[in-house]
């Protein structure tokens, strides 16, 4: 099978060879392989840019995460929990409000009884 697959891969390769024209057997441009590496070598960064920017990504991928998982997480019991005890209050304090002014009229009545005739 493997003997068959290699025989198969040099026809194909055979093939190509027939279609495309070769290439001189020259190096097209003179010393760009030396041009290259000279360059990349120029464009070296030191290892503390190299580990300031790992460590920045890594902050910001972290920080990318922690948003994503607060804004997925459903509210905690604690936020349902103070949210009642807020409405609670709130309600108290309507509660509170009416009966203020209940009292309030209620002393407008007894100022004004005094005033008032009594009939049989």
Do not use: C
């Amino acid at each position: 099978m493997k003997k068959q697959a290699h025989i198969d891969e040099q026809e194909m390769v055979a093939q190509a060879r027939a279609l495309i024209a070769p290439l001189a057997p020259r190096e097209p441009r003179a010393g760009f392989a030396a041009s290259v590496a000279m360059a990349a070598r120029d464009r070296q960064v030191s290892p503390f840019v190299q580990w300031l920017r790992w460590s920045l990504g890594g902050l910001v991928l972290a920080g990318a995460a922690a948003v994503a998982v607060i804004i997925a997480a459903p509210p905690s019991q604690r936020h349902r929990e103070e949210l009642m005890l807020a409405q609670r209050l709130e309600l108290f304090e309507d509660m509170t409000v009416m009966q203020n002014q209940e009292a309030l009229e209620d002393l407008d009545v007894v100022a004004v009884l005094h005033t008032l005739e009594a009939r049989p």
